[in-house]
């Protein structure tokens, strides 16, 4: 028991990375514990589990994909608090990025094998050689995967701000501007390209991306609008390893909204209001 709940939280973290869901992952770790109490002596326990879940997850991540194929409106991975270290360590800007839901959301175009090795080499630091035996691959066949990852991912990947500061003082004044209305403001704020993507499970928000400045600045007018605006209080805290704005409405998470940023104006808006969705991190603010 002691073995496995020292790992249990490199077990979560990997499994969330894989899957993009806090609670598929929590059911993986639970599936993991079960095979590790019927297993036998191990020699090297952490290589064992790591194996067991990561497998896990691979079945799990076929179905996954054909569930979010048939998903009413824009997918986006379920956001975790990791200002307590939920997901481990996220002290450099590769740890923060690697459980970005930024990057979360590219990784859907990676095949399951390319999710694994990626993820297990690049947020885990796992050698060629550790995860051909991990999952029953030649280390020239993981490598190859890697690079295949990559190129998929390619320019679409985004790299995080390294200056936290900056990046909250921008995360503040598009917190402040949004909930006020402030249409100046935000224009200031927003790239020219900016994306809104929004993910409420096909109910509660916008069910197709919202594409330029114009179109973007109606869209977070429309919010500033509605009845219950008045009375949402809005924090900021970490999620997935960058700023976000988490909304309250009657004492409830309602929404919590992501930025990403370049050349100092924000690119991309990120919205998720799925209850199913916030459950998570909702039971992390209690």
């Not at 969330?16 to 869901?21: A, C, E, T, V």
């Not at 090795?117 to 051909?132: D, K, N, T, W, Y």
């Not at 020219?192 to 928000?205: I, Q, S």
């Not at 988490?246 to 209001?273: C, F, K, Q, S």
Request: net charge neutral.
């Amino acid at each position: 028991m002691d073995v496995f709940e020292e790992q249990r939280p490199r077990l979560f973290g990997l499994a969330y990375r894989l899957l993009g869901s806090a609670a598929e992952a929590e059911d993986m770790v639970q599936e993991t514990f079960l095979r590790w109490s019927q297993a036998g002596p191990v020699d090297v326990p952490a290589a064992w589990l790591t194996r067991v879940i990561t497998n896990l997850c691979l079945n799990q991540l076929a179905s996954a994909r054909r569930r979010r194929e048939g998903y009413a409106g824009p997918w986006l991975p379920e956001p975790v608090l990791t200002g307590d270290g939920a997901l481990g360590p996220l002290e450099t800007v590769e740890q923060r990025e690697s459980v970005s839901l930024g990057l979360l959301v590219l990784l859907e175009r990676l095949s399951p094998a390319e999710r694994a090795v990626f993820v297990l080499r690049e947020a885990f630091g796992h050698s060629h050689a550790e995860i051909g035996d991990l999952l029953g691959l030649d280390e020239a066949y993981s490598r190859q995967l890697h690079r295949r990852a990559r190129g998929h991912l390619g320019a679409a990947r985004k790299r995080f701000d390294a200056d936290r500061d900056h990046h909250r003082r921008i995360v503040e004044r598009f917190m402040a501007a949004t909930l006020h209305g402030d249409v100046s403001g935000l224009e200031r704020l927003l790239a020219a390209e900016v994306v809104a993507w929004a993910d409420g499970g096909g109910t509660t928000a916008a069910r197709r991306p919202v594409h330029g400045r114009e179109r973007v600045l109606r869209y977070l007018r429309g919010l500033s609008l509605r009845p219950e605006a008045s009375s949402v209080s809005a924090t900021v805290a970490e999620v997935n390893g960058e700023l976000a704005v988490l909304l309250r409405h009657a004492g409830e998470l309602r929404a919590i909204m992501t930025v990403e940023i370049g050349d100092g104006r924000i690119t991309t808006v990120r919205t998720l209001t799925n209850p199913a969705k916030l459950a998570f991190a909702a039971a992390q603010l209690v």
